[in-house]
């Protein structure tokens, strides 16, 4: 399996506070995504990143910023949390254009 | 603009019976890759296949097989002689290029498939 963690696993906070879920590779991967899922939604993109600093709005950006510092680590924050933004989050590798995504075991965030 | 379709929400069919899962996309790119994702019931997403848009070869593994058509922009899934643990969200999704180097995966909205004992 590839080597994505993501943390927290999950998470439970309040409207209005800011949260930040953490995706980390060990694959080296040029290519990391942040997907959200809902029901009725299927998957939908938020963020990705093609390289170190070299990020891009998703579908469903509003609401959500991103930042890739370094190789390994892709962090998702929102900045003031909204009721909306309750929903199973799963990040993605790859290592080349149009090869499979690998995904992470999901955060699944709730936001009361 | 890029689009995935599963029209199917939910399929229920009682174990043996063969389905077929329908995916029907929608792109300008010329060269693109579809693929399937499964996701069981304790929530990972596993990578099933990827197809080029170049090869419209059936592709059979076991009892799942695969059958794209181009003419009709078709990437169905076939499960022969389902099994319970066969029950899960079955995913389609088409590749997509916004030059760059950047490039990712639309996904459609899934298909929750029940296998009945």
């Known amino acids: 399996d590839a080597g994505i963690t993501q943390s927290p696993r999950h998470k439970v906070t309040e409207t209005g506070t800011p949260v930040t879920l953490r995706c980390h590779q060990t694959?080296?991967?040029?290519?990391m995504y942040w997907y959200r899922q809902d029901p009725g939604h299927g998957l939908r993109l938020i963020h990705y990143s093609y390289g170190v600093k070299d990020t891009d709005k998703g579908e469903v950006s509003d609401g959500y910023s991103v930042s890739r510092s370094k190789t390994e680590d892709f962090l998702l924050t929102l900045e003031s949390a909204t009721s909306s933004q309750t929903s199973v989050y799963f990040c993605?590798?790859?290592?080349?254009?149009?090869?499979?995504?690998?995904f992470g075991n999901g955060t699944r965030l709730t936001v009361t | 603009a890029q689009k995935v379709t599963q029209a199917q929400t939910e399929i229920s069919v009682v174990e043996k019976e063969d389905v077929t899962l329908d995916c029907v996309y929608e792109?300008?790119?010329?060269?693109?890759?579809l693929f399937w994702y499964k996701q069981p019931p304790s929530g990972e997403l596993v990578f099933l296949i990827r197809r080029n848009s170049f090869d419209e070869q059936n592709e059979i593994s076991g009892r799942y097989s695969w059958n794209f058509q181009k003419s009709t922009s078709s990437f169905n899934f076939t499960i022969t002689a389902s099994q319970v643990v066969d029950s899960a969200v079955y995913f389609c999704?088409?590749?997509?290029?916004?030059?760059?180097?950047?490039?990712?995966?639309?996904f459609g909205k899934g298909t929750h498939l029940i296998i009945q004992p």
């Open positions: 792109t300008r790119d010329t060269t693109y890759y």
């Open positions: 694959e080296n991967h040029r290519y």
């Open positions: 999704a088409l590749s997509w290029y916004r030059g760059g180097g950047a490039d990712g995966l639309t």
């Open positions: 993605a590798i790859s290592g080349q254009g149009a090869s499979p995504l690998h």
